[in-house]
């Protein structure tokens, strides 16, 4: 007895723990005791209640759960336990809610089924295998029609019960698993295997016994279904086979989209239905796919069974077809059928016959099905049928090109002449050349051969002349337009629109000119006119190329300009004036009197005259601050590009220097050294300015500038005497970049200067008031690694060593 007792306390002992574990998880101390084998479904769905209330997942937990005794074995099971009820394929979500909150509109409730589809990749090409990949068709019950009269009900199902009018009650209430309803005051009332049209009689006459106000007719009793059951069915043979739970108003379609249709051996024609372990329907999708007919799509009950058997016969349709793939097809069916499963040719097949390559039981065959057979053929297991293109050829056409006003393809017909073809081409152009056509024609072989037509005497009835015509000749009438020669006469010089202008008889001087829109107002009296040769003979005496004309546009010999008739391929020149230059401005700004623009007086005009004539420098004015900036023109930054600088295509050297010269530097500086000029007017920086140059007179400034890799950029008041390393060491030195040595000093007059050493003694140029101090940074040097050293060190070695053997 004492044994049976312990026995007894470590079984309730063991399920005590289990209780508790599936209760709470995260709150229990002692998990050792847990056995996850006989943890019921339901305790795992607490489990997993309990992780999702508390915001956390089963591997976040894991070091909790082992902490408190539970082994790892044990949490590995039931890591798989809580997996395989997520990755269950069918899983049911329960919709509490009887309000669309999307559309705002009551809707009935029921088990929403939700199934992951997978591509079909096996069955791509099987016809009707894409009706179960696309997650948008799904076949699922409209949930918000009314309720068939016809819908038998059971267990699951519930009830909205109303009695309204003088009386008032309001209820839902479930079939119970016993097949009945439980109304307050009336009692249970068996309804299940009834139709809701039978149910609703039999609950309204309960009610009535009841409710005396609902015979006289004062209230009134309102039934409807407001919660669907959820049957069981089987699918067997489809991609995602087993036991579904769907909705009872599902249909065959609806479970077969579940079950993501027939497998890769699977029929999509003799679906079989079982209920009551007989076939009560055979499915054929094609109905569906080709015609829209749904009449097999037929309601599911309860413990049905889908079957979906290996297909008897399948066949390949290829080429041009609508819609070619691998279609299934039953006892009787013909090609005819077949064909209208792939919706038919398309509009380039050729349709007098098919080839069809069959299979024996030892090789292959081919067979050729003309167009009435395929009423007739019978397609056999594995057959390919190759649906050609039409080819390239027309049955009746020709064509006329050229001279004629309607130049088209027209359709041939026997009997069709030259004549004929021509009116039907609206007729011949005026400029049509009708001493001779051509006839292009293919001869049997496929070559050409090319046959000469008289169209004046076609046209005027001769009917030698007026040949007979074949398909796909091809007739060209010519232009005497072709072959007149394209004249042209090129006009250049002082002329408003130069260029090369069409030829006309009789086309004068005066004409041309007007046409190239008149002469400029640079254009001299002098007109010069150069007309080509033109002999049978070699003239070796005359050397002349051309033959030169020159007239003069003057009022008393205007009529000889006007009436001078062109020829074809002259060139008309127009000469400019010896003298006709528009005036050019230079620019003088700064500390100066009268700043502004100043146009250049003569050609030789020098900046010290400018100066003065724009009121010589203010008291303002540094004297060593004078400078010319004159525009870089667009031929100097040419002759750069087209001098071959022998730098190989790597080198970006010269790409960078026009680079610069085009964006960067627009203008090129000229030091001037004022103090010279106004000793000397002949002195070396007076200059002689061009056109655009801009004189730059800037203003004393008793500060030095220092820029550049120098821990302060700053002006430092100029100190008369002092060199270029007391305004270094007054902005803190340089930096650790700074390359001290190559430091530069930039005039106000933009010359600059460098610092130069001799016999290791630097000298570096001397500071003035305006100046500006650069330091450049210090190239970047690569330091010799340890085994560049180290190689050093053995040269080294080895030429001491060399020596000292060559002295001994």
């Known amino acids: 007895m004492k044994k049976i007792i312990i026995v007894l306390f470590l079984v309730f002992a063991v399920f005590q723990s289990e209780a508790l574990m599936a209760q709470d998880l995260l709150k229990g101390t002692d998990l050792s005791a847990v056995k996850v084998d006989y943890l019921s479904d339901s305790d795992i769905a607490k489990i997993k209640a309990q992780l999702v209330s508390n915001n956390t997942t089963i591997e976040q937990v894991e070091p909790l759960v082992l902490a408190k005794g539970m082994t790892a074995s044990e949490y590995a099971k039931l890591k798989v336990r809580l997996g395989s009820q997520l990755a269950t394929a069918p899983t049911a979500v329960s919709n509490t809610d009887a309000f669309d909150e999307k559309k705002g509109e009551p809707s009935r409730l029921q088990e929403k089924i939700v199934n992951k589809k997978v591509k079909d990749t096996l069955n791509s090409l099987v016809f009707g295998s894409e009706l179960f990949d696309n997650p948008d068709l799904n076949f699922e019950p409209n949930l918000k029609l009314a309720t068939p009269v016809n819908y038998v009900l059971g267990p699951g199902d519930e009830l909205q019960v109303s009695v309204y009018g003088v009386q008032e009650y309001s209820a839902s209430v479930p079939v119970t698993m016993e097949g009945k309803v439980n109304i307050q005051y009336v009692g249970q009332i068996p309804v299940s295997g009834m139709t809701i049209e039978a149910a609703t009689q039999k609950i309204k ?22 919660r669907i059951r959820t049957i069981k069915v089987t699918i067997i043979g489809s991609r995602q086979p087993g036991n579904y739970s769907i909705s009872s108003l599902a249909t065959v379609y609806n479970a077969l989209f579940l079950g993501g249709g027939p497998a890769k051996n699977g029929t999509y024609r003799n679906i079989e239905l079982l209920r009551n372990n007989k076939v009560y329907k055979k499915i054929d999708i094609y109905n569906f796919l080709v015609n829209g007919n749904q009449s097999d799509n037929v309601g599911l009950k309860d413990n049905d069974v889908i079957r979906i058997p290996a297909y008897s016969q399948r066949v390949t349709l290829e080429g041009q077809v609508k819609r070619p793939g691998i279609f299934e097809m039953k006892s009787g069916e013909t090609f005819k059928d077949l064909l209208s499963f792939a919706s038919g040719f398309n509009e380039f097949a050729y349709t007098a016959s098919v080839n069809v390559l069959q299979k024996t039981s030892k090789d292959f065959k081919v067979k050729d099905i003309s167009s009435s057979e395929y009423g007739s053929y019978k397609p056999l297991a594995g057959d390919v049928f190759r649906i050609s293109k039409i080819l390239n050829r027309f049955e009746n056409r020709i064509k006329i090109e050229g001279a004629v006003f309607r130049p088209e393809i027209y359709s041939f017909y026997e009997g069709m002449r030259v004549s004929d073809l021509v009116a039907q081409a609206d007729g011949l152009k005026e400029d049509a050349y009708t001493n001779r056509a051509t006839i292009v024609r293919s001869k049997a072989d496929l070559t050409t051969e090319v046959t000469n037509v008289n169209l004046d005497k076609a046209l005027a009835g001769d009917v030698e002349a007026n040949i007979l015509l074949q398909k796909e000749d091809v007739v060209t009438v010519y232009s005497i337009l072709d072959f007149k020669e394209d004249y042209k006469i090129t006009i250049d010089g002082e002329i408003k629109k130069p260029g090369v202008y069409e030829f006309h008889e009789n086309l004068t001087l005066n004409d041309l000119l007007v046409q190239a829109g008149g002469l400029t107002g640079s254009a001299s009296k002098r007109v010069e006119i150069a007309r080509m040769i033109k002999s049978d003979e070699i003239n070796d005496v005359n050397p002349k190329r051309v033959q030169l004309f020159n007239l003069e546009i003057l009022a008393e010999n205007n009529e000889q300009i006007k009436n001078f008739e062109l020829a074809p391929f002259d060139v008309v020149n127009i000469r400019r004036m010896a003298v006709y230059e528009k005036p050019e401005m230079v620019t003088v700004s700064g500390a100066v009197n009268y700043t502004g623009k100043y146009v250049l007086a003569n050609k030789k005009e020098k900046i010290y005259d400018v100066i003065q004539r724009a009121g010589g420098l203010t008291a303002v ?117 700074g390359w001290k040595k190559k430091a530069y000093i930039i005039y106000p007059n933009g010359k600059a200067a460098v610092s130069s050493s001799f016999f290791f003694i630097r000298s570096y140029p001397k500071v003035l008031p305006g100046s500006q101090i650069v330091v450049p940074e210090k190239p970047e040097t690569r330091k010799m690694s340890t085994g560049e050293w180290v190689s050093v060190g053995s040269v080294i070695t080895s030429l001491a060593l060399l020596i000292v053997t060559a002295f001994k």
């Open 621 to 737: 004015a540094n004297i060593d601050g004078v400078k010319i900036k004159r525009p870089i023109q667009a031929k100097q930054i040419e002759a750069i590009e087209n001098v071959n600088l022998n730098l190989g295509k790597q080198d970006s050297i010269q790409n960078k220097l026009t680079k610069k010269l085009k964006e960067d530097l627009k203008y090129a500086i000229i030091p001037v050294d004022w103090r010279e000029i106004v000793k000397d007017t002949t002195d070396k920086t007076n200059v002689t300015l061009f056109p655009g140059d801009e004189i730059e007179v800037s203003v004393y400034n008793e500060s030095v500038k220092v820029t550049g890799n120098v821990l302060l950029t700053s002006e430092i008041p100029f100190n008369k005497g002092r060199g270029i390393n007391y305004y270094l060491e007054s902005v803190g030195g340089t930096d650790a970049k």
């Open 205 to 226: 006459g309960a009610i009535s016994r009841v409710y005396s106000t609902v015979v006289s007719g004062q209230s009134q009793v309102g039934i409807s279904l407001s």
